[in-house]
């Protein structure tokens, strides 16, 4: 049985009105060993199934895997493209925002930690018809992937609904080939990020969020 705090948690939750679910929305990294029921599981996972989609098909599939000895095997492939992402992120910041390297220095030693503390990865795949995901001939070739990463928003503010957080990794280099092999992904479809939905540690690290002026990005008529 969870104890009282646990319980007081997932009551203010649960409670929670849709614009307060978006403010506690936040990327947890530090995860306690506590399970998520299958009961909760499907209903962040049926949340994805209400997004908007481009064909009207959702034509979404879910790998779910449990325990940290099954979730290792299907990640190892992150474990030689961790300097890789870090090299990435250092090239593309043009930024010096403090905020943004305060949270980025707490998220690059966790890549593969942050996927295995809740015991539960899930990987959503989505059918990827017509044109290759890497190589779009226009914009709309992207359709379904921006289909699925509508499916991802909703789950993500589920499993906040549920009293969850949430993280996830986006495939680097040749992680995403190697994981669809090792989940025997059949051809025409790929995913967008590993997943992992869990319980919040206590004293897990929350990154500052930036302050935005709404009315400041708000352009009318024209930019």
């Known amino acids: 049985m969870p104890c009282n705090f646990d319980n007081i948690i997932i009551k203010q939750f649960l409670n929670m009105e849709f614009y307060e679910v978006l403010e506690k ?10 399970e998520v029921s299958d009961e909760i599981l499907h209903r962040v996972i049926k949340a994805a199934f209400k997004a908007p989609t481009n064909d009207h098909l959702r ?3 879910f790998v779910v895997v ?9 990640i190892a492939p992150l474990a030689k493209n961790v300097e890789k992402f870090k090299i990435l992120v250092s090239e593309v910041d043009e930024s ?28 959503p795949f989505f059918r990827q018809l017509t044109w290759p995901l890497l190589k779009p001939a226009e914009q709309s070739s992207l359709n379904y992937f921006a289909s699925a990463w509508c499916a991802l928003e909703n789950m993500l503010l589920a499993a906040t609904a549920e009293g969850l957080g949430a993280v996830f990794h986006i495939p680097v280099a040749d992680e995403a080939e190697k994981i669809k092999k ?12 590993l997943l992992t939905i869990g319980y919040p540690a ?5 990154p500052k969020q930036k302050a935005i002026n709404v009315a400041d990005r708000i352009h009318l008529n024209v930019w």
């Not at 929305?25 to 506590?34: E, P, V, W």
């Not at 925002?97 to 990987?123: C, T």
């Not at 206590?202 to 929350?206: G, P, T, V, Y």
Request: net charge negative; glycine share 8%; charged share 35%.
């Open 96 to 123: 010096g925002d403090e905020d943004k390297m305060a949270m980025f220095a707490d998220a690059l030693p966790k890549q593969q930690k942050m996927l295995m503390e809740s015991g539960l990865l899930i990987i």
């Open 25 to 34: 929305r936040h990327t947890y990294r530090d995860f306690s060993d506590r």
């Open 182 to 193: 090792l989940v025997n992904a059949p051809e025409g479809y790929e995913f967008i990020c």
């Open 202 to 206: 206590k004293d897990a690290f929350l």
């Open 66 to 74: 449990r325990g940290r000895e099954n979730i290792g095997k299907v």
């Open 59 to 61: 034509q979404l599939e």
